[in-house]
C-alpha cells in the first residue's frame, strides 16, 4: 500500500504527461490527464497483480470462475483510485492543478458490456470476490460494440452504435501469446480405435482464434488483484498464399470470424434463435474452458477426474451454458474418459443461476441451428437427453407424464435451462420468492426430482461503488456516526439505528440529500434544459424498458395528477419531479411507445404555467452505468412496481435504498426482503401479490375492459390515450395493445392502489422528520444487500472456496 502525498501525486502526473504526450498539465487536454492518472494507477495494479498471481500460484487453492454473457463495470479510473487509497489524494492533487476532479473522471467512456441487471451483478460479484480475497474471476467476451448509444429524437428512441474502443482503453492488456483456437462447425466422423474407444475427426471446420484482452478487478485497499479475461475473437492467419479468386473470399471470411465478438444482443425477451448469438456464446464457453483446464494443468495437477477439486465454474443464467456439453466433450474425445466419469466430473464442476421466470425469456434453440453449427455437441446434448429421459422412465416413474416438460430436446429445440439443471450440482434463483417460484411452479418438476439442488442467493450489490463512491458526502456523515468499520463490515450500518433521535445527524442527511439533488438537477438542466425545483421530490424510476416493470403505471399516475390538477389548478399536492432513464431492445415496439408516451407528458406537462410547476417529468437519455452513479444518490423515491412475480430480483431497489431513498414497490423480488428489514411503515407497498396474479392468470377472472369502464380516472386516460392528448398525440397502440392482452401486467388493475399510496407518500414527505428518519432506516438496514453477504452465501454453501 502507498501513501502518497499531494504533492507526490502531483509530480506524477507532470511527468506522466510529460512522457506520454510531451506537454505540460496546463497545456494537455482532460483526456490527456485521464490518461496520465491511468498509468499512474496502472503501474501500482501491475504490482499488486503480479503478486497475486503468485500467491494463488504457490498456495492452489480452488478457484471459482464466473462465466457471463455480460459485464457491466462502468467507469473504473474512480473506483480503482478509491480502492488503491489514492482517491482523496488525487482529487486534492487536481483541484491545485486547477481541474475539476469529474472533468477528468468522466473522460471515460464506461464500458456497455451488459444490459442491465444480470450483466451489473456479475461486476458487483467481481469487486466483492476481490475485496474478500476469493480466488474468482470473470470469463466473458469483448465486444467491439457495446450496448447501443440512445438519442430520443422527437421523443422516440433511435439508436447508435456505441464504439467504446474509439481511444484506447487504458485498463485491458492485450495477452496474444494466451489466445486460443476454438473450432466451429464441420463434419464429425467417428473411428473406433485398436482398443475399442471411439476417435472423432472433424472435416471443412472453422477455425477462430480467441485472444484475451484482461482487465484487473483491483480489491479493496487490501492489494488483490484478480482476472476478468475478455475474449476477443480474431481470424487465423492464412496458411499459404492464397489463390487471386479465393482472395476477396478470405477477406470476407475474416471479417465473419471477426463479427463474433463484434456486438452484444440487447435483451429481447422473446428472442428467436439467432445463429450469431449461439456462435458467441459457444466462442466465450470453448475459449473459457480450454484456458481453465490449460490452468489446471500448469498448476501441477494431471488428473482432470479431480477437476471438481480445484475448480468451480457459475454459469450466469443459461447464456454460457454449451459449457456443460463442451466440459463433456473434452473430457472423452480429448482425454479419453468414458461417459460417466465425464459426466461425474461435468455434474460436479458447474453450478447454474437463474435469472427470470419470464417463459418468453428463457432460452431455446432450434436443434438444426445447433447440430450444423456444433455438430459434435448436438451428439452429446442428443445423449444427455436420452440418459436424463430414461433415467426418468426407469426411476422415477411418478414422473413419467412429465417428461414432455423436462425433455432438454423437445419440439425441435434445445431448452438450455433444462440441460443447465441436469448438468449442474446447484440451481440458484437470486431472491427468495424467485427461488420459491422456481421449486414451486417454473421448475417443479425439477425440484421434485432434484429436491438438493436448489437454494436462494439473494442478489447484492458493492456497497464500495454505490455508497462509498458515488455518495462520499454520505459516506463521511456515516463514517462520523458510527465510525468506519462499516466499510469492511456493511451490515455493521445497523449501528445507524442508535442513533434514530439524532436530529442533527437527520439534518445533515436531509442536506446532503439536498446536495445531491442540485448536482442531479445541474445534470438534468445540461441534459435536456429542463429546469427543476431541487425542493421537489425526486421519484425515480431506472431501469430497462419492458411492460413487466410497468413504466406504463408511473405515467397513468402522472397523467392522472396532470388531470387533477388541470381540473383544480390550486390542488395541494408535494411538487414532484418524475425521472426516467430506461434503454428498450430496439425490436421492442410497445416498449418504444412508452418512451414516446413519456416525452410526450414530458413536453406537455413541463410547459404547462398553469400547474405551476407542481409537476415536472424528466426522461434523461441513454441510461447507462454512470448515469445511475448520479442519479441514485439523488433520489428521494425509488420506483420498483413490477407485476409481482415478475421481477427476479431486482438489484436498483437496493443501490437506492442503501443511499437513503425509499421505496413504493409491488411484493416482488427483492423488495419483500426490503419490507422484512425495514418493516412495512418504512416502505410504502401496493398492488396484487404474487399469488393474485397466478390467481387472476388461472380463473380468467379479471376483465381488463370493466376496470377501464368503471373507474373513471382510468376511462379518462385510457381515451386520452386514444383520441389523443389534449388534442394533439395519440397513443391507440398502447390503448389496444392494454385492452387486447387483457392488461396482461395488471396496470389497471394495480391503478388505483398505486395512487393511493403516492398520496401517502405525498403527504409523509411533507413531514421533513418523519420522512428522513424513514430514510436513515432504511439505509440502516441496507447492509444486508452488499454483495459481499452474497458472495459469501455462494462462497460456503455452492462453490466451497476459502479466502486467501
Ligand atoms: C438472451 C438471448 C439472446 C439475446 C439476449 C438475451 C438476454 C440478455 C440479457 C436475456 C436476458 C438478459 C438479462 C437479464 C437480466 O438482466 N435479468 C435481471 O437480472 C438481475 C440480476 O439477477 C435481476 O435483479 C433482475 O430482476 C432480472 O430482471
Redesign the pocket.
Same mark, same amino acid.
Given at each position: 500500500m502507498t501513501n502518497w502525498t499531494v504533492e507526490e501525486f502531483m509530480e506524477d502526473i507532470r511527468k506522466e504527461t510529460e512522457t506520454q504526450f510531451q506537454k505540460e498539465v496546463s497545456e494537455a487536454s482532460h483526456q490527456e490527464i485521464y490518461f496520465a492518472i491511468s498509468a499512474i494507477v496502472n503501474h501500482q495494479i501491475d504490482k499488486d497483480w503480479e503478486k497475486t498471481n503468485k500467491l494463488y500460484k504457490n498456495k492452489k487453492p480452488k478457484q471459482v470462475y464466473y462465466l457471463s454473457? @455480460?459485464f457491466l463495470i462502468g467507469g473504473l479510473l474512480k473506483s480503482n483510485l478509491l480502492h488503491h487509497q489514492m482517491l482523496d489524494v488525487c482529487n486534492t492533487a487536481l483541484e491545485k492543478l486547477g481541474l475539476e476532479p469529474e472533468e477528468i473522471y468522466k473522460q471515460e467512456h464506461d464500458p456497455g458490456l451488459g &444490459? !442491465? *441487471? /444480470? !450483466?451489473r /451483478?456479475a461486476a458487483c460479484f467481481l469487486d466483492s470476490m476481490a475485496s474478500m480475497r476469493y480466488p474468482g474471476h470473470g470469463f466473458g467476451i469483448r465486444y467491439r460494440y457495446g450496448l447501443f448509444e440512445q438519442r430520443i429524437i422527437n421523443g422516440y428512441q433511435t439508436e447508435l452504435p456505441d464504439y467504446w474502443l474509439d481511444n484506447e482503453y487504458p485498463w485491458e492488456r492485450r495477452k496474444p501469446e494466451e489466445a486460443i483456437e476454438i473450432i466451429f462447425g464441420g463434419t464429425v466422423h467417428m473411428h473406433k480405435k485398436y482398443d475399442g474407444s471411439l476417435e472423432f475427426n472433424y472435416e471443412n471446420t472453422d477455425k477462430v482464434l480467441a485472444v484475451p484482452y484482461d482487465i484487473p478487478i483491483v480489491g479493496y485497499q487490501n492489494q488483490i488483484v484478480n482476472t476478468l479475461r475478455l475474449w476477443s475473437a480474431e481470424h487465423t492467419s492464412a496458411e499459404s498464399p492464397l489463390e487471386f479468386k479465393d482472395y476477396y473470399h478470405e477477406i470476407d471470411h475474416q471479417h465473419t470470424i471477426e463479427q463474433i465478438s463484434g456486438f452484444l444482443?440487447?435483451?429481447?425477451?422473446s428472442?428467436e434463435g439467432?445463429h450469431l448469438?449461439i456462435k458467441q456464446q459457444y466462442f466465450l464457453v470453448a475459449a473459457s474452458l480450454k484456458q481453465i483446464i490449460r490452468e489446471f494443468k500448469n498448476n501441477g495437477n494431471n488428473d482432470l477426474q479431480k477437476l471438481h477439486e480445484k475448480v468451480v465454474i457459475q454459469i450466469n443464467?443459461t447464456?454460457p451454458s454449451l459449457a456443460i456439453p463442451e466440459l463433456m466433450r473434452i473430457l472423452m474425445d480429448e482425454e479419453g474418459f468414458s461417459w460417466d466419469n465425464a459426466w461425474m466430473v461435468t455434474t460436479k464442476t458447474f453450478a447454474y443461476t437463474n435469472?427470470?421466470i419470464m417463459s418468453e #425469456?428463457l @432460452?431455446k434453440w432450434p436443434t438444426d441451428m445447433i447440430q450444423h453449427l456444433l455438430p459434435r455437441l448436438y451428439m452429446i446434448i442428443n445423449e444427455i437427453n436420452e440418459r436424463f429421459c430414461q433415467g426418468i422412465w426407469f426411476d422415477h416413474p411418478e414422473l413419467r407424464l412429465e417428461i414432455p416438460k423436462m425433455a432438454i430436446i423437445a419440439d425441435n429445440q434445445v431448452h438450455m435451462a433444462r440441460l443447465a439443471i441436469v448438468g449442474s450440482f446447484s440451481v440458484n434463483g437470486?431472491a427468495k420468492l424467485h427461488t420459491e417460484i422456481l421449486k414451486q411452479q417454473e421448475m417443479k418438476e425439477f425440484h421434485q426430482l432434484y429436491p438438493g439442488r436448489f437454494q436462494n442467493k439473494t &442478489?447484492g450489490i458493492t456497497h464500495r461503488r454505490w455508497l462509498l463512491m458515488v455518495n462520499p458526502r454520505l459516506s463521511d456523515v456515516i463514517s462520523e456516526t458510527i465510525n468506519d468499520r462499516w466499510i469492511y463490515r456493511p451490515r455493521e450500518l445497523t449501528h445507524l439505528l442508535r442513533h434514530i433521535h439524532d436530529k442533527p445527524l437527520l439534518t445533515s442527511i436531509g442536506k446532503i440529500k439536498q446536495q445531491n439533488k442540485q448536482e442531479l438537477a445541474n445534470v438534468i438542466y445540461r441534459m435536456t434544459g429542463i429546469k427543476v425545483d431541487e425542493q421537489s421530490i425526486f421519484d425515480v424510476q431506472i431501469k430497462r424498458l419492458h411492460e413487466y416493470k410497468r413504466q406504463l403505471l408511473n405515467v397513468f399516475h402522472i397523467m392522472y395528477l396532470y388531470n387533477e390538477l388541470k381540473d383544480n389548478p390550486t390542488l395541494d399536492i408535494t411538487p414532484r419531479t418524475f425521472i426516467f432513464g430506461a434503454k428498450a431492445a430496439p425490436s421492442y415496439y410497445f416498449a418504444k411507445e412508452v418512451i414516446k408516451l413519456i416525452n410526450t407528458m414530458a413536453e406537455i406537462i413541463n410547459h404547462d404555467p398553469t400547474i405551476h410547476d407542481k409537476l415536472k417529468v424528466v426522461f434523461l437519455e441513454n441510461y447507462n452505468v454512470s448515469l445511475a452513479e448520479k442519479i441514485i444518490p439523488a433520489t428521494d423515491l425509488s420506483e420498483q412496481i413490477s407485476t409481482a412475480s415478475k @421481477? #427476479?430480483? *431486482?438489484?436498483g431497489n437496493m443501490k437506492m435504498m442503501m443511499n437513503g431513498a425509499l421505496t413504493i414497490g409491488t411484493l416482488d *423480488?427483492a423488495n419483500i426482503e426490503i419490507k422484512n428489514l425495514v418493516n412495512e411503515s418504512n416502505i410504502f407497498l401496493f398492488g396484487l401479490r404474487a399469488e393474485e396474479v397466478y390467481h387472476y392468470y388461472h380463473s380468467g377472472e379479471y376483465q381488463a375492459y370493466e376496470e377501464y369502464q368503471t373507474d373513471e380516472r382510468i376511462t379518462q386516460i385510457m381515451n386520452q390515450l386514444r383520441d389523443g392528448l389534449y388534442g394533439y398525440y395519440e397513443f391507440k397502440d398502447i390503448y389496444y395493445h392494454l385492452l387486447s392482452t387483457n392488461d396482461s401486467y395488471f396496470v389497471m388493475k394495480d391503478f388505483a392502489d398505486y395512487v393511493e399510496t403516492q398520496q401517502c407518500v405525498d403527504q409523509v414527505y411533507r413531514n421533513k422528520d418523519e420522512w428522513l428518519s424513514k430514510s436513515l432506516i432504511n439505509i440502516a438496514h441496507s447492509g444486508k444487500f452488499s454483495s459481499d453477504r452474497t458472495i459469501k452465501e455462494y462462497a460456503s454453501s455452492i462453490w466451497k472456496i476459502d479466502n486467501i
Open positions: 454473457m @455480460e &444490459n !442491465g *441487471g /444480470l !450483466g /451483478l444482443y440487447p435483451d429481447d425477451s428472442h439467432k448469438r443464467d447464456h435469472h427470470t #425469456a @432460452e437470486v &442478489n @421481477e #427476479a430480483s *431486482g438489484t *423480488g
